[in-house]
C-alpha cells in the first residue's frame, strides 16, 4: 500500500519502537509500532481537520459531534483521515530515531491499525547513504592572492575613462578600419527576392570586434560615408530558420556614419568629477580595491581547492536515484539555456563538434563528482553540527528581497508557503557555512612567533 505523505513532519515527541533491515542498493525497510496514545491523538487530528471541512445538515460547521460526524462521513474515511495522519507522524519520527535521510518517497504497508490498539506498519526506502570522511580539517593548503601590477592599475583607470568615453563622428572621407565604429544599413536578398529579418537600419557596429560576419566585415573595411559594398553570405544548414538553412543571400551595406571612440584625457579635473578624488587617491582607490579583490579570488580559488581535497578523499557509493536526478536537472537547465537561442541539444552539439555520447558522458562524470560533494559537504555539517540559524535565514531573505526589489514579507510568504522551497534555502545556507569552516580550519597557519622574556 502506498500512502501519500505530506512534506516534512515535526517528529512526535510520543515513544515508538523502529527496526531498521537494510535491503540492496541504498534501501531500507523501517517496522514501526506506533503506541495506542499516538493512534488516539491521530483520530483526534483527524475529527478536527473533518469538522471543519464538513457540512452536517442541522449542525454549525466546527460544531458537529464525533459520532455524528462518523455517520455523516462513513467511518472508513474517518479511519483514512487518522491514518495518514498517523502514517506521517511516525514515518518522520521514526527517521529521526534513526537518523536516515531518505531520497525517494516510502512505499507503505500497513499491517494493523484500530482504534486504541497499537498501530504497526512498514516502509521501505532509499535513504542516503553513509559518508566514510577522509581527513577534512588542518590540511595547511594555502593561495596566495594575485599581486597587483601596474598594468592592472592602468587597465582599471582606462575603464573608468572608457566608461566616460564618447562616440564622435569623423570626416567623411575617414576610411573604415579595426577600432572605428560604423552606423550600417543592411539590404538583404535570396535569389532577388527579400526575406524575414534580411533588412536592418541603423546598426551600430564596431569593426574588428566580431559583432558582424567575417564576409560582411571584410566587405565594408576601407568604406567610407555613404558607400554601399555587397558580400555574399551563406546560412548554416542548421540555422532554426528553415527557411534560410544552406540559402547564400546578397547583403547590401550602406555605410550611413562612420565614428570613434574619444576617450576623456585622465587628468586631475577629470579624477574629482567623476570620482570626487585627485589622481593620487584615485590610484590608490583603484589599487586598494584590485588588491581586496584578488584576496577574495584567493580566498575562493582556497576554499575550491579545500572542497574538491576533502571531497576526493572520502569515500560514499553513489545512490543512482541521486545521480539520475542531478543529470536531469542539468539537462533542463541547458534545454532552457539553449531555447532562449532558438537551439535544441543536438543544435548546439552540431555546432560545438560534439557527439551527444561523449556529451552524456560528461554530464554524467560531471553530475557523479557533484552528487559526491554534497553528500561529503552534508556529512561533515552533520558531524559538526553546522545549521542554519533563524537570524540567518532571516537575512538571507532580505538580502534576496533586496536583490529582487521586493519587500521582505513577500520574500518570505514565498518560502514559507513552501516547505521545499525554505529546506533548500536553509541546505543552501548550511552548505556555505561549511565550506567556510573548511576553508578556515584547512589554511595554513603562520606560527606564532614567541614571546619576548
Known sequence: MTIKLTSRQEPSALPLDVAVTKLEGHKVSLAVTVSP?????????????????????????????????????????????????????????????????????????????QENEPFVFKATVEVKPEVKLGKYTGLGLEVA???????????????????????????PETALTDGLFAVLDYRGTIDGEKFPGGDTEGALVQLGAGQVEPEIEKAIQGAKVGEEREATLTFPADIPNPALQGKTALIKVTVREVKEKNLPELTEEFAKEVTGLDLVALRERVQESLEERAKRDAGDELAR??????TADAEVELPETLITRSIERHTEDTKERLSRQNLDIDQYLKIVGLEREQWEKDLRRRSEHEVKRELVLEAIAKRENIQAEGA???????????SARQKPEKVREYFVNDAGRLESLRTGIITDKTVRYLAHENTARQPKEPKQA
Open 145 to 171: 592572492p594575485k599581486p597587483v601590477t601596474e598594468d592592472d592599475i592602468e587597465a582599471q583607470l582606462r575603464s573608468i575613462q572608457e566608461r566616460q568615453a564618447v562616440l564622435e563622428p569623423v570626416g
Open 305 to 310: 581547492q579545500v572542497v574538491e581535497r576533502v
Open 37 to 113: 496514545e499516538q493512534v488516539g491523538r491521530a483520530y483526534d487530528r483527524a475529527y478536527r481537520s473533518l469538522v471543519g471541512r464538513v457540512n452536517v445538515p442541522g449542525f454549525r460547521r466546527g460544531k458537529v459531534p464525533r459520532p455524528v460526524l462518523e455517520r455523516h462521513v462513513g467511518l472508513e474515511a474517518f479511519r483514512e483521515e487518522a491514518l495518514e495522519t498517523a502514517v506521517s507522524e511516525a514515518y518522520a519520527q521514526a527517521l529521526e530515531t534513526k537518523g536516515l535521510d531518505p531520497i525517494t518517497r516510502p512505499e507503505v504497508e500497513i499491517v494493523k491499525f
Open 392 to 402: 540567518e535565514i532571516e537575512f538571507e531573505i532580505a538580502r534576496l528581497a533586496a
